[in-house]
């Protein structure tokens, strides 16, 4: 490519140093390189809803990329229909989520890789937090913690989950504990007794929704007090609530919030989203059916990622990536990209393919309890990802 952007040390800004990583781990994050090569300056604007497919390589699928790049070298500036020859770019809805052989879709823009945050931008960022608390004496907390804010429906408490490759039977916030363990693999994930905001000392505003005449709680006021109901031993601590949520008087609807600085966050899954409502079809929740199941999980660790400093995701499809609206959440991966995975990594200190086996059959098991599209993609997609960490392709 022959780009600044291209240079080894660009990419370890991105990425970090990988060199005493398993060589199969630096595979995976080497994908990131794509990243580089493609931001590039000489690229120019390429329509952001455009993706690129970056697949797990054989040796033939490698010579192909090699070759689209080269033709992607050439092309100087607006050259989209140009740049979208060159490098196969397709357009990136769900329709392909039986398409097993991406493993990654590069999101095309034309700003500047560390636009988005980079490996060494979020390494400066939680160092310097992580300083402060080290200077008082105090080690490296390495516990989540779960807060159940107020009472949920008997249909939430009382349901029961068999994820037989993890154990056995779960109730509802024992199967978010657990997928809370195996995503954060190295941290302690810890459940605390619900807490019920009327009777507790907590000051959180609330308001009835103008149109649905909900209940809602106002978000931000949780951050302070579920700091200070964390345990001392605590890194972080995520709510969890029915009642709705509000960010400002203004907007409808929240789904969830974290706030780094005080390390906490909530999230609410009751209803559907106001700004849908419509008088004929609107209902509260009922069950817990596939789609709730899969965004409460696409939720709570989004914002769980956040209080490890992972700010939103620009370069790839990516469980980071900013979503405005219930559906462009539900749309989004589970799966972090190579970058973000990477920050992950470097505080939890998991082995990147013991946690994909640990979460192959523990997904499997919830795909079977409900088939419903992203389940049975994301089982796919792991069986991919771990099939291409095996195997002897190389990406360098
Ligand atoms: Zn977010
Ligand atoms: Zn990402």
Redesign the pocket.
Known sequence: MGSAFSLPHTHRLLIGDLSTLPEQEQKLFNLSKYVLDLKNEKIGTVSPDLSIKIVALDEKKSDEIEQKKCAESHVTINSVDVSCNAIDLETSDNENLNDVISLFYLLVTNKPYYF?QTFSQWKSFTDFSILLPLMCCQGEKRKIYIQPVDSFPSFITEAEFNINSYGGSFDFFGLLKAMMDIYFEGMTVNLLPNIDVMQSKWKIKSRLHHKTQKKQYFVQDFYKSLQKSMPSDGRCIMGISWTDLYPTEKLNFVLGEANYGTMSGIFCFGRYEPKFYDPDTHRDITEINGKLMWRILKVLTHETCHLFG?QH?????????ESNSMQEAASQPIF??????RKLQHTCGFDVLSRYKKMLPFLRDISEIYPIPEFLHSVKWLKKCIEFIESSANVT
């Open positions: 988005s992972l995701c620009w370069y790839f499809q990516c469980a980071m990536n972090l990209c190579p970058v973000c995975l």
